[in-house]
């Protein structure tokens, strides 16, 4: 059973600029999620996947968005990077219709300067 | 709105002792799924243990065992013979069947074991 995995694990940006994150979900698993993990603070949830269309969102703004491929994987792009978008950007696989609990990568250290 | 709230920033326990982490929450819903997920220093989050509010006996799996008090929003994580591994942040979630997988993540407790 392959497991989550993120890339990269480590980012350093300038503000303004545009980040793309990846994630490849567990196997067997068709739903992913992103979560936002600021320093000191449990997990914020961005927004969720299935079927390649967004499934639900959390308070983040337009900026904030996202892509599910066929195979399951999905990304995260940030527009117009702020100071505040500085966190640990954890991806979460999960089967849709069984309450499943949420399998967690290592996440991404994002740093913007 | 659900919120998940978790009082003890951090904790110390002796090796082998018994320790146990707080958690309360608050939902309107009536089925809803709680969890503990460990997340040590290398990040990624492990799931703990699982409870279903439905059920009224509490989850245990090995180690960890969960008291959880529906009538009171109380969801807390007994963990007996404390080992050095389960040096951890311990983040307590909720996850309501009508909020669409969201789950809610308390702000966390750092428990460390004391050798």
């Known amino acids: 059973e392959t497991g989550v995995t993120q890339s990269p694990t480590h980012l350093i940006k300038t503000r303004g600029q545009q980040v793309t994150l990846r994630c490849s979900s567990q196997?067997?698993?068709?739903?992913v999620s992103w979560y936002q993990q600021a320093l000191g603070q449990g997990p914020q949830f961005i927004f969720q996947y299935y079927r390649e269309e967004e499934n639900g969102r959390g308070n983040f703004p337009p900026r904030f968005s996202g892509l599910q491929f066929p195979n399951y994987s999905s990304e995260l792009n940030v527009n117009a990077l702020e100071l505040d978008d500085s966190a640990l950007y954890l991806c979460?696989?999960?089967?849709?219709?069984?309450?499943?609990?949420?399998?967690f990568g290592n996440g991404t250290r994002l740093t913007v300067t | 709105a659900q919120t998940v709230t978790q009082s003890q920033p951090e904790m110390s326990v002796q090796e082998a002792e018994t320790v146990t982490l707080s958690c309360t929450y608050d939902?309107?819903?009536?089925?809803?799924?709680l969890f503990w997920y460990k997340q040590p220093p290398s990040r990624q989050m492990i799931l703990v243990i699982r409870q279903e509010a439905y059920k009224q006996q509490n989850a245990t799996e090995n180690r960890f065992s969960v008291n959880f008090q529906k009538a009171a929003k109380s969801f807390s994580l007994k963990i007996s013979d404390s080992q050095l591994g389960d040096t951890a942040m311990y983040f307590c979630?909720?996850?309501?069947?009508?909020?669409?997988?969201?789950?809610?993540f308390g702000t966390g407790t750092s428990l460390t074991v004391i050798p």
């Open positions: 196997s067997g698993h068709n739903t």
């Open positions: 979460a696989s999960s089967f849709q219709g069984d309450n499943s609990p949420l399998h």
């Open positions: 979630a909720f996850m309501g069947t009508n909020t669409g997988n969201q789950f809610y």
């Open positions: 939902t309107s819903e009536n089925n809803y799924y």
